[in-house]
């Protein structure tokens, strides 16, 4: 078997059969991804290296594909995965429903933002007043605000919501989020690509995976408007504790599951409507 090291000119074989034996689920495709990213044979040979060492590959190309964009992602900023996509899918159907009722678009926050893929991506199919963004970690929010740029966004670094304007108070039509769920001890079990190259702060959910879901949505009622909503990302698994917890908010909880992408969401809507 050739080593990385060895491929002056790597063919796609070759580099389908290197990242296969480091055990790359998709390695045709992500070779063909590298060899239509690389600028040359020496970037493509140094990306070979670090891919099959285990560094995610989007760190390497530097941006990952999700709803269709091309989202930057900077090394230690959490990789969005394809099951988040449903968080989007939810907020975009919401949205449409709220402009097809005749109400203003208002305003979007993404919590817990990372690379603000969430944001971004509502904000490309769906026309909103402002978009916020918000992470407490500053690598996210350095990364976050070249995305949203792109769709006129702000991106506020803090804890949770301590990171928004004030102003916002009441007057939040969509929280969508994407926080850490896994419980503590279940991260020594991720796969190396995330236990070892992303943030832990972007994985670990606490005892039960649930703690930053009971702080976020403890709160959101205080930032929703009205007509507002809540779009949150769990697992199969924690999606009943996730929607206990809306309850005991006073949100009235709903549940989507998506087959096609693996993803579950919560949806909370103030008990008002």
């Not at 074989?13 to 034996?21: P, S």
């Not at 530097?62 to 099951?83: N, Y």
Request: charge should be negative; charged fraction near 20%.
């Amino acid at each position: 078997m050739p080593r990385p090291e060895s491929l002056a000119r790597p063919v796609f074989g070759e580099i389908v059969t290197l990242l296969r034996a480091a055990g790359c689920v998709f390695a045709e495709d992500e070779a063909q991804l590298l060899l239509s990213e690389a600028s040359g044979p020496a970037k493509l040979t140094e990306w070979i290296r670090r891919r099959v060492s285990g560094e995610p590959l989007e760190y390497i190309v530097g941006w990952a594909g999700f709803c269709g964009l091309r989202i930057a992602v900077d090394p230690g900023v959490f990789v969005p995965r394809l099951r988040t996509e449903l968080v989007v899918s939810e907020a975009v159907t919401l949205l449409r429903k709220n402009r097809m009722a005749g109400a203003e678009p208002g305003a979007v926050v993404d919590l817990c933002c990372g690379s603000g893929a969430v944001g971004v991506g509502v904000a490309s199919q769906m026309p909103v007043k402002e978009l916020h963004a918000e992470d407490i970690d500053s690598a996210a929010v350095e990364c976050a605000r070249r995305n949203l740029a792109t769709v006129g966004g702000q991106v506020h670094q803090g804890d949770l919501y301590a990171g928004l304007p004030f102003r916002l108070r009441a007057q939040v039509k969509l929280i969508v989020v994407n926080a850490p769920y896994v419980p503590t001890d279940v991260l020594p079990t991720m796969p190396p690509e995330a236990r070892i190259y992303e943030p832990r702060i972007s994985l670990d959910g606490g005892p039960d995976g649930l703690s930053l879901h009971r702080r976020i949505i403890g709160e959101a009622p205080e930032w929703l408007d009205p007509d507002g909503h809540l779009v949150i990302e769990t697992s199969e698994r924690q999606a009943a504790g996730t929607a206990g917890i809306m309850a005991a908010a006073g949100l009235a909880a709903r549940t989507v599951h998506s087959e096609e992408l693996d993803g579950t969401v919560v949806v909370g809507t103030l008990r008002s409507q």
